[in-house]
């Protein structure tokens, strides 16, 4: 049967301080990574401007639909140019539903990846 040493316990205490420390750093992060979230997405979800789709055409140009008011447009973004191509009508626009696959559960999400092994 062995005894612990006074320097063994001091060491010990150490690690479990630090640990506790660790953690709570952590927990911190955390919680201000979420306020900072949900206060940048209150900031920009103004309503009127609305990014609808992008897609690249190149390593650092895109084509982008948005929505300013209720006018849609298209536009190509270049690292430091935007520049408007047309308008685009709403009724040509084909929106896809995403808010199914959104709602997925995780459970039905691995079962559709192992259908699609199965495959």
Known sequence: MTILTTA???GITQFITVLILFILVLGV???V???LAGYQ???WSGGNIEMLESIRIASDKYVQIIRVGNKYLAVAVAKDTVT???EVDESALMRRDDTAEAKMSFQELL???R???KE
């Open 84 to 86: 408007f191509l047309t």
């Open 111 to 113: 079962e559709k990846v």
């Open 33 to 35: 990574t979420k306020w």
């Open 29 to 31: 992060t955390w919680a």
């Open 41 to 43: 997405k209150g900031r």
């Open 8 to 10: 063994a316990y001091n």
């Open 115 to 117: 259908e699609k092994k």
